[in-house]
Every structure is written in C-alpha cells, then in structure tokens.
C-alpha cells in the first residue's frame, strides 16, 4: 500500500496542497473563485482524510489483529484425509494429512505430499510437514518440514513462544550444507496448523474478519479472513454444504512495515459447514495464474 500527501505552504492552494490532485469534481462555472476554491478544498480534503485513514491500518496493522480467545466450537476428530493439487483441473501433486490429539493435551498434524506424473519428471519434490499445537489455546509449540528436489534438500524447523519464533532452516546441495536462523519477535504467533485450528474455532458468521499473524517458515504475513457466506460445493471426496472464506496475505517487513506479497493475490477457501469443519478445496491466485487443492478423501477415527 502506498500513499502520500502533498504538503505546500501557501494557504491559497490549500485544496491542491493537500492531495496534489486537481479536484475531483469542477464546481460551475458562474460560482464566483472564492466559493470554487472553498469547493476544491473541501473536496481534496475529504480525500486526504481517506487516504490518511487507509494509511493509519498500514501503520497501526497490529491493533487490528484479532484478540479474541479460541472458540468454543467442537475440536476436530482424529482424520485422515488425502487432497490434490493442480491447476486448471490438472493435477501435478497429491497429498496425505493426519490429524490426532496426543494423551499431552496437544494436536498433531502430520503430512507427506510429492508431484506426480509429467510435473514429476520436470520438477520433483517430496515433503513430510509435522507440527504440533497446544490443544487448549491452540497456538504453536513446534513445526518440522523437509523439502526433497532432485539436487538438494531444505529442512525447516520452528520453534514458537509466547513473544516469538525461532526458524532454523538448513540446505543440503549434494553434501554442501548451509544454516540459517531467523528470529521473529511478535506475541502469539500461528503457524498454518494453528492458524486453522483458531479460525476454524470461532462461529465464523456471515461477513466476519479474523486477523492474524502467520509465520509459516521463513517469514511472517498478516492474513486477513472473511467470511463470505454459505454455499453448496463438490469435491472428489462428495457435495457438502460450505462456509466461503476469503484469504488475503501482507508480508510483515523487518520494521513491522505491511509489504505486498509478491507471489500470492488472494484466495478463496471452502470449509465444510458441520461439526468437523474440514479443508474442502483452496482456489489461490499466485504470479502464474490460479491453483487448487481438492479433498479426494477423508475418514475419522484413530483409525
């Protein structure tokens, strides 16, 4: 986001000063040029004040941050669900997610996905995902993912507390290993795993926003959820009645600045509409047009 305001001296052009734009709308003609430049003035001061407003959420982005407690919504069941990934109803990738509550009061997810097919042959990947969550106030203990290409290996590991997260992320080129640590300092952080867990905790009513603060590996966003409203989708895995979300994502800069995401526009996002409110499908738009994922399966139970 960018503004700006254009700030000269001389009372006169006050109007023009304050937005450094021509008025929007030209008064007519036969208003004599005292009253015209009142009109022009309270016109560019209307859109100074908008602007100031829209740039006060870009420096005070923190005070908007959601402060409400985990819902009371019932706890998802331990699950098992597999998912596809594409775009434009080409499938290049599958995915395999287990979800448990451990006997130490904590949520488990644990994920392994690869590409498949031709998009194998171009470009290999396989990932295992693990993270772990407080199953009480649902914010993140630890998160361990390892990304295997054809010609080296990233392993990232997170370690949450109450005032920040500690990334650990190490590459292996064929045997030429490098690490680098980031830490990040901002109070109750999420990860993706907890992050769904809270939003999918609250009564998520037609047209509510949830904002929080998200550090997925390497760096922090300020995701923004609204709830859309309700509708009727079919996945592989059937048709379910849905809640509709709409993602947005700001990347959090060194100085806590709001930055554009350079790769990610926004997505759409479909929960199921019942008491287990699982992941249906994903629609994102990123820098190479719209990709997916798609619930093929799912069963509950320990199972």
Same mark, same amino acid.
């Given at each position: ?8 001296? $001389?009372?006169?052009?006050?109007? =023009? ?24 003035? $309270? ?97 993140? &203990? ?8 054809? /010609?080296? @290996? %990233? ?5 949450? @507390? ?13 045997? /030429? ?55 009727? &989708?079919?996945? $592989? ?6 809640? =509709? ?6 990347? &959090? ?9 350079? =790769?990610? $526009?926004? /997505? ?13 499908? %994903?629609?994102?738009? &990123? ?17």
């Amino acid at each position: 986001m960018y503004f700006f305001v254009l700030v000269k001296s $001389r009372r006169t052009h006050l109007g =023009k000063a304050i937005c450094g734009l021509r008025p929007p709308v030209e008064p007519p003609s036969g208003v004599p040029a005292l009253q015209r430049h009142g009109f022009w003035t $309270r016109q560019c001061t209307a859109i100074a004040i908008l602007a100031l407003c829209s740039s006060s959420f870009a420096a005070n982005w923190e005070s908007t941050v959601s402060k409400d407690p985990p819902g009371d919504f019932p706890e998802v069941q331990p699950l098992r669900a597999t998912y596809r990934f594409g775009w434009s109803g080409f499938t290049a990738a599958t995915g395999d997610v287990r979800f448990k509550k451990l006997a130490s009061d904590k949520f488990q997810l644990e994920g392994t996905g690869r590409t498949i097919g031709l998009v194998r042959w171009l470009w290999k990947l396989d990932v295992n995902y693990r993270a772990i969550a407080n199953a009480q106030t649902l914010r993140p &203990i630890e998160t361990r993912q390892t990304e295997s290409y054809h /010609a080296k @290996t %990233i392993g990232t590991q997170l370690n949450f @507390t109450d005032s920040g997260v500690t990334s650990i992320r190490t590459e292996d080129h064929g045997g /030429a290993i490098s690490t680098k640590i980031r830490k990040f300092g901002f109070p109750n952080l999420f990860d993706l795993h907890s992050a769904l867990l809270y939003v999918r905790s609250q009564s998520l009513k037609d047209r509510s926003v949830h904002r929080v603060v998200v550090y997925p590996g390497t760096n922090a966003y300020l995701a923004t959820i609204t709830v859309l409203g309700r509708e009727k &989708i079919s996945v $592989r895995a059937g048709t379910y009645n849905a809640v =509709k979300l709409d993602l947005q994502l700001s990347r &959090i800069g060194k100085d806590l600045d709001l930055e554009p995401h350079r =790769k990610f $526009r926004r /997505a759409t996002i479909w929960v199921s509409d019942d008491a287990n409110r699982i992941l249906l499908l %994903i629609e994102a738009q &990123i820098f190479v047009g719209t990709v997916f994922a798609e619930l093929q399966s799912v069963s509950f139970g320990n199972s």
